[in-house]
């Protein structure tokens, strides 16, 4: 490999911390541990990735609705600041499936910080700034969340082609239903 951390195994880098109930100080506190983990690659990876995926509510002036009160998005870039300790500018991946997460995203990007110590890339976001997110009833979560964590139709046709696996007409129902879900065909 050309690039990346010395050979460590390949979870040197890769950590997941997956919160649910969560209070403002759970996601600070996942942020600093995420952030403490890539500081200590930055002489190999320029500052290096966060994702930040929030699935829940969110609020008219873009705050994330936790459950001991709003986390703003001022407050999440600071975090996202004060976490780089390194001249390079790091990346943020993100998912915001809530009501008004075009507002979050937003003043993700007007933040001081944005473009100087973080950027915002690959971001997706439920709403428009002043829209509630979709949610169905029968999924009891978001749209968004749902589309995003069910297989991939690509990825199963390839690892059929890998195993050599022969699709029965069941299979073939189940890949068309995945193929036509989409965000768009379940909001309407």
């Known amino acids: 490999?050309?690039?990346?951390?010395?050979?460590?195994?390949?979870?040197?880098?890769?950590?997941?911390?997956?919160?649910?109930?969560?209070?403002?100080?759970?996601?600070?506190?996942?942020?600093?541990?995420?952030?403490?983990?890539?500081?200590?690659?930055?002489?190999?990876?320029?500052?290096?990735?966060?994702?930040?995926?929030?699935?829940?509510?969110?609020?008219?002036?873009?705050?994330?609705?936790?459950?001991?009160?709003?986390?703003?998005?001022?407050?999440?870039?600071?975090?996202?600041?004060?976490?780089?300790?390194?001249?390079?500018?790091?990346?943020?991946?993100?998912?915001?499936?809530?009501?008004?997460?075009?507002?979050t995203m937003a003043r993700l990007m007007l933040h001081p910080g944005h473009w100087s110590s973080y950027v915002l890339r690959d971001g997706w976001a439920a709403s428009l700034p002043s829209e509630e997110a979709f949610e169905l009833p029968t999924l009891g979560h978001g749209v968004l969340t749902y589309v995003m964590t069910r297989p991939d139709p690509f990825s199963i046709i390839n690892d059929w082609k890998m195993s050599n696996h022969q699709p029965s007409d069941q299979d073939l129902r189940m890949l068309r239903r995945l193929d036509r879900e989409t965000v768009q065909y379940l909001t309407n």
Do not use: K, Q
Request: glycine fraction near 10%; include cysteine.
């Open 1 to 103: 490999r050309d690039y990346g951390p010395p050979p460590m195994g390949d979870d040197c880098l890769r950590s997941n911390i997956a919160l649910e109930e969560v209070t403002r100080a759970d996601v600070l506190d996942a942020i600093a541990e995420a952030s403490a983990r890539l500081n200590a690659h930055n002489d190999h990876s320029s500052g290096g990735t966060l994702d930040f995926y929030y699935s829940g509510h969110g609020l008219p002036d873009g705050a994330l609705s936790l459950a001991d009160g709003a986390l703003h998005p001022d407050e999440l870039a600071e975090a996202w600041v004060r976490g780089n300790t390194h001249d390079s500018i790091r990346h943020i991946r993100f998912v915001l499936d809530c009501c008004h997460a075009g507002m």
